[in-house]
């Protein structure tokens, strides 16, 4: 079983709506959680990290967290069609010095 | 600055051959990651290396992969032999220790097709 849940494993919004993308750990060493964004043929890239409960802004980006339940989700709002990718939650483990990563949740923003 | 590079990227391969592929990290970066990604499995760690040192070895891939950081400008990975199931992308990644704790930066990739 996969350490680090994503759901839903895809989704479609029209452009201008808000994706919301869920990740939950089931590892409770984790001490940070990670986004990261993959376009189709390219590699991942770092989008947004969090490790405190609460949430994180970062222009139309949004993560929260909540550490007693290890869930954090993802908002994007005002959604592009370029934001279309995967996008892959990964769970860092202080005790381990490495990242977990989920299978991630394709994202479809329809023109 | 130069990013991760990786070569080749792209590699096909005949069952039961031996394919090499390599990896240079970010100038100065401590941690060198090799995965595996496919649709099915993810992003699946291979080996992790930390200055150099052997950190994880990937459990289930031991016995046909090996990974190795010849310099810490310079690692490469060792599949043999190869078999149709290994058909994946490679991704190399590095990060800097003492940087944000899980934040990596990922090559472009090696395609690996095992006929």
């Known amino acids: 079983q996969q350490k680090v849940q994503q759901s839903p494993e895809s989704l479609i919004v029209p452009e201008g709506g808000m994706a919301s993308l869920n990740c939950t750990s089931s590892?409770?060493?984790?001490?940070y959680f990670w986004w990261y964004r993959q376009h189709s043929g390219k590699s991942p890239k770092m989008l947004m990290?969090?490790?405190?409960?609460g949430e994180k802004e970062e222009g139309r980006f949004t993560v929260h967290l909540n550490k007693a339940s290890l869930h954090t989700s993802l908002h994007i709002r005002d959604s592009q069609p370029s934001d279309s990718a995967l996008y892959l939650c990964?769970?860092?483990?202080?005790?381990?010095?490495?990242?977990?990563f989920g299978l991630g949740t394709t994202l479809q923003v329809q023109p | 600055d130069a990013g991760v590079t990786q070569t080749p990227r792209h590699e096909v391969a005949e069952k039961g051959q031996t394919i090499i592929l390599k990896c240079e990290p970010v100038?100065?970066?401590?941690?060198l990651f090799w995965y595996r990604q496919t649709k099915i499995q993810g992003l699946e760690l291979l080996s992790y290396?930390?200055?150099?040192?052997?950190?994880?070895d990937g459990g289930a891939f031991k016995d046909r992969f090996k990974a190795e950081m010849l310099n810490s400008s310079f690692s490469t990975l060792k599949i043999q032999p190869t078999e149709p199931k290994d058909s994946a992308v490679y991704l190399c990644?590095?990060?800097?220790?003492?940087?944000?704790?899980?934040?990596?930066?990922f090559g472009p990739g090696t395609r690996l097709t095992v006929l």
């Open positions: 990644a590095s990060s800097l220790l003492g940087g944000r704790l899980g934040e990596q930066y």
């Open positions: 590892d409770r060493n984790v001490d």
């Open positions: 990290s969090i490790f405190s409960n």
């Open positions: 990964a769970a860092w483990a202080g005790n381990t010095g490495k990242l977990i």
């Open positions: 100038s100065g970066h401590n941690d």
């Open positions: 290396f930390r200055s150099k040192s052997l950190m994880e």
